[in-house]
């Protein structure tokens, strides 16, 4: 199509500027080489490595949506489906260091070695695409103008074995609840509007993204918080705008002048007032929400057996309620299965899902929930399953509570991701060597120990004393706190860091998890980024939601759940 277009007396274009997202066959450009017409007429050819899809301003993915099913499920070892997943997945993720001019330092979550059981090829999923992304980006050291040739940053790729809980532990935030609670196409949302006319209300398409600087600033905050400053910036807005003052007076007071001002401040005051209704309708309707579906009492609960002060007790009477929805109630099965396993042995699972009352097809998502986190050594009897997922006696507290912020003000915004932790450990070079890994090393590190090249590194990223200098342009970055404007709408939901203190932030971080990411773990990377001032880059292979996460942990076995599956 290009030559037919440009090739020959008459071109369609007088100029051709070729961009090419992935890399173009040498027998191509060959034949564009060829043609002698052509040539004089390209302006541009180059190869620009954009295999992924970025979805925030720190955060991309790789699109992947069946990740989970080709790298985890029944039938996915050994399989056309694995390989083609995890080589294209590389691909793509080498591509962003690729385009950013990036050359890290790239460490994984190894599989458990202990000799008692076998490795199974799940858990060899993050050594294996860490192996392939390995193999990608040492190609550029030669293929790519200007690439780094000693490390810039860190990449982690983990998989959802680290945090079982966070696609489905009810997330507090504005955006999370968003998504959750609202019936979103990605992040479109669909709302009434009156009419004009004066007749039937207008359905109106908007989108939650960041150009939205109210969206901006709320996202982030307490469902409860975003409220409250959404009230605040209506009353702000009203008692400072003009044509909302002008308004709100007797038509016949109002002179000449007063007419003449209120025209000029309605164009600005009627997107001004549109942006804020719409935020305040939305805030509205979220609540209305969590008070008809009783949402406080089970979040509560949630977050009470992620942080061991709950147990089945709680979760029983609960249960006997018979309150709140399936999806939720196979929610808090699930965060209660990965707090406490041993309560799915033996009939116990079966008396659960029967006081429950969820279907077979709901309790395959807790069942396969022991496909994400890995091989068990102990094996169950056949035609049954174990959820232990660990040997040893675990304490019933999956969190450890964090002091002090925004958690201390809110209820209900205990819980962080575990990605949360592990950053903070990779920033300080505090990663469990035995169950962190790195491909830079000379040579693999032995069991429980990691060379002291991998180390020494790390110590050099780290404080931010590599000589390695990231080729990367030093954008304006969007993050800290919030920061309000006058006029009580638009406001600037990021403090501009000035091209000085860009220079001095540590060089960035890149996290991948295989099998999907959530909005508690992108707003993690957001917060981080402020907290140990280096960027803090999220990649995943799909951002989902609560529902989408389960809908595709149920796809990992093929074959119904019967009854004897859940007997131990």
Request: proline share 3%; net charge neutral; charged share 30%.
């Amino acid at each position: 199509m290009f030559l037919s277009d440009m090739s020959g007396r008459e071109p369609l274009y007088r100029k051709a500027y070729l961009y090419f997202s992935t890399p173009i066959q040498k027998d191509l450009v060959n034949r564009i080489k060829k043609d002698a017409s052509v040539l004089p007429r390209i302006g541009a050819l180059r190869e620009m490595n954009l295999e992924y899809f970025s979805i925030d301003s720190q955060g991309f993915i790789t699109e992947h949506d069946k990740a989970l099913e080709e790298l985890y499920g029944d039938d996915a070892e050994n399989s056309r489906r694995f390989d083609r997943c995890l080589n294209v997945m590389a691909t793509r993720i080498a591509t962003v260091f690729a385009s950013l001019k990036e050359f890290p330092f790239v460490r994984y979550k190894a599989a458990k070695l202990d000799g008692d059981s076998m490795t199974s090829f799940r858990e060899l999923v993050p050594t294996k695409l860490a192996a392939a992304v390995w193999d990608q980006i040492t190609t550029y050291k030669s293929s790519i103008h200007n690439f780094p040739q000693t490390e810039t940053c860190e990449l982690l790729i983990v998989d959802r074995s680290v945090d079982q809980i966070a696609p489905v532990i009810h997330e507090w935030t504005y955006d999370a609840m968003c998504h959750d609670l609202l019936n979103l196409e990605g992040n479109k949302y669909v709302h009434e509007v009156p009419s004009k006319s004066g007749g039937q209300p207008e359905r109106k398409e908007v989108l939650l993204e960041d150009h939205d600087l109210v969206w901006l600033e709320l996202r982030h905050t307490h469902i409860a918080e975003a409220s409250e400053r959404l009230h605040d910036k209506m009353a702000n807005f009203v008692s400072k705008n003009k044509a909302a003052q002008l308004q709100q007076r007797d038509a016949g007071e109002l002179s000449t002048r007063d007419i003449q001002k209120m025209v000029q401040a309605l164009p600005q005051y009627n997107e001004q007032m549109e942006k804020l209704s719409l935020h305040v309708a939305i805030a509205g309707k979220i609540n209305q929400i969590i008070r008809d579906t009783g949402l406080r009492e089970l979040g509560q609960l949630e977050q009470d057996l992620v942080f061991g002060d709950a147990g089945t007790k709680e979760v029983i009477n609960f249960l006997r309620k018979q309150e709140g929805t399936n999806e939720n109630k196979l929610r808090l099965m699930m965060v209660y299965a990965a707090v406490y396993p041993e309560k799915f042995e033996g009939d116990k699972a079966l008396k659960l899902m029967q006081l429950a009352k969820l279907s077979d097809s709901d309790m395959k998502a807790v069942k396969n929930m022991k496909l994400i986190e890995g091989s068990d050594s102990r094996k169950s009897s056949k035609g049954t399953f174990s959820l232990k997922f660990d040997s040893a006696k675990r304490k019933h507290a999956s969190r450890k509570d964090r002091t002090g912020g925004e958690e201390e003000t809110w209820a209900l915004f205990r819980f962080y991701p575990m990605i949360e932790e592990l950053v903070e450990n990779l920033s300080k070079g505090e990663l469990a060597k035995d169950e962190y890994y790195c491909m830079n090393s000379p040579s693999p590190p032995s069991h429980g120990t990691q060379g002291k090249t991998g180390a020494s590194q790390s110590e050099s990223v780290r404080s931010g004393q590599s000589n390695a200098q990231s080729m990367r342009s030093r954008r304006t970055a969007n993050w800290a706190k919030s920061k309000s404007s006058d006029d009580g709408y638009s406001s600037d939901s990021v403090l501009r860091i000035t091209p000085s203190e860009l220079k001095k932030m540590g060089q960035r971080i890149f996290v991948f998890i295989i099998g999907g990411a959530t909005r508690s773990e992108l707003r993690a990377c957001h917060k981080l980024t402020a907290k140990l001032r280096r960027e803090v880059v999220l990649g995943t292979t799909g951002l989902d939601d609560p529902s989408q996460y389960i809908t595709k942990l149920k796809s990992l076995s093929a074959k119904e759940l019967s009854v004897d599956d859940i007997k131990i």
